[in-house]
């Protein structure tokens, strides 16, 4: 149940006040009615669910983004003139998750090449095939390779995050500007 | 006849035919639209109130606090709007229907 409250912070805040304690209820009415069900069921039910929420939340961010008032996307905190302006989580885990995916992604691209040199091997001959591995952690025999494109990700990480940094710094000065600014005189 | 601004997918369809009857809650949807579907469609709640966002502001469906559960459950019935949206899916799906029996009746003989 906290690992799907979790995830329900994966959708922007205005969809979230609107429609997350109704999901939450839902999703424990179903959770209950599921515990009769086998660990097959459940599983697939559990992984169903998390699909949903994630195709769901980055839904949900593309159609804030495209809406005539973007900002969303940052949450509807950002309409209001908050002196105080806290980084986005929904960006740590987005940002996160997508760097994850890269570096599986590239784990499992280079298990598949050594797999191929493998079967293939120089000769090439064909009494030589071993099936391509399925499996999600393959690892490969040129570490450095891997260690340099994921360090490539790390930085490019550690970029982003600071450039939002930035960006959310710049725009609470703004907030304090307009707090400082001068009303209009008032006439006698 | 109003215009359909897009096309219904199979879940939104079930969910509006699921409200074409009475106003129900979240779970009772969910629920209604495994058995009309003979539980070849289950819906994620994620699945479930991305939709239920879509219709509300397409206005095809609005809120009401369902006054006979003590929690006050949010439930959503279907407007005048959205019954005319779905009966327009039905004609358009029975006239598809009727062109499909037709081609695979000339086909066989």
């Not at chain 1, 599921?34 to 660990?39: A, L, T």
């Not at chain 1, 494109?149 to 995050?161: E, L, R």
Request: net charge positive; no cysteine.
């Amino acid at each position: 149940m906290r690992a799907y409250e979790s995830l329900l912070r994966l959708y922007p805040r205005g969809y979230r006040e609107e429609f997350g304690e109704e999901m939450l209820q839902v999703f424990r009415e179903v959770s209950a009615s599921m515990q009769r069900e086998g660990p097959m069921a459940r599983a697939v039910f559990y992984l169903s669910e998390m699909r949903g929420v994630l195709f769901g939340a980055a839904g949900e961010h593309i159609r804030a983004l495209g809406a005539p008032h973007g900002f969303e996307f940052f949450g509807k905190r950002s309409l209001y003139m908050q002196p105080e302006r806290r980084f986005s989580k929904t960006a740590i885990v987005f940002m996160t998750l997508v760097l994850g995916v890269i570096v599986l992604t590239i784990v499992k691209a280079q298990g598949v090449a050594y797999d191929m040199t493998r079967s293939f091997g120089a000769k090439g001959t064909a009494g030589q095939v071993v099936p391509f591995s399925n499996s999600l952690f393959d690892w490969p025999s040129d570490w450095g390779l891997l260690l340099s494109i994921a360090m490539f990700f790390v930085i490019t990480w550690i970029a982003a995050f600071v450039a939002w940094t930035v960006a959310h710094s710049m725009r609470r000065s703004g907030v304090h500007r307009l707090d400082e600014a001068q009303t209009w005189p008032q006439t006698r | 006849m109003e215009p359909m601004t897009e096309s219904i997918t199979e879940p939104v369809l079930l969910i509006l035919l699921s409200l074409a009857d009475q106003p129900r809650h979240g779970y009772a949807i969910l629920k209604d639209v495994e058995t009309m579907s003979e539980g070849r469609v289950r819906l994620s709640t994620g699945t479930l109130y991305g939709a239920l966002r879509r219709l509300l502001g397409e206005d095809w469906i609005e809120r009401s606090v369902d006054r006979d559960t003590s929690r006050g459950k949010q439930s959503y019935r279907m407007t005048s709007k959205g019954r005319r949206v779905l009966q327009q899916e039905v004609a358009r799906m029975k006239q598809l229907t009727r062109l499909a029996n037709l081609r695979v009746a000339r086909k066989e003989a």
